[in-house]
């Protein structure tokens, strides 16, 4: 639980909340077996590093265990209040992917990630990013179709942060074949 913790008391809640409930849930990493916190975690991370505020980064340890039926809207909202709980919830409407398997990607709800305000856009596509690593990693049989995926689908995340897009799209170039390193090649 060490690693958990974080200097915001708050957000260290929404860390231990969620640890706690996949815990309990006895959910582990399919790939490799670790405790499940790794993604919750590197969302947080990868959030902190833009520009964030504690109710955003809570919602990020949040989110995961909220789409994984986890906890749901009012545990949510009386443990870390209306705000969090609607951002959690905003979240989970996308049905963002917890794979890089095409079906799981084509469940993505673009129409609500568009419609979306910049910080859940921003939130969304760091989602998306975490799960390019992991791909990349695990499964990296997707890693051609998730990057052309990613690579097609970034344009419909125009309100994310300009940093985050510029993270992705220096992966998506680096990646062997990709549509992005092809243009950029061409």
Known sequence: MQALLVEDDYVSSAALFTARK??????????????????????????????????????????????????DSDEVEMCFGQ?????????RSFNLPDSGAPETLAQTNFPAIQAAPALLQTMALADVFVLAQTVTEFESGMLPGFSQWLAQHLPLFPQASSALIHMVERWLINQPASPVALHQVS
């Open 22 to 71: 996949y815990a309990l849930a006895g959910h582990l990493r399919r790939h490799n077996g670790a405790t499940f916190i790794h993604h919750p975690r590197e969302l947080a991370v990868l959030l902190s590093k833009l520009p964030h505020n504690r109710e955003m980064l809570a919602a990020a340890w949040l989110t995961r265990s909220m789409q994984d039926d986890y906890a």
């Open 83 to 91: 705000k969090v709980a609607d951002m959690v919830s905003a979240m």
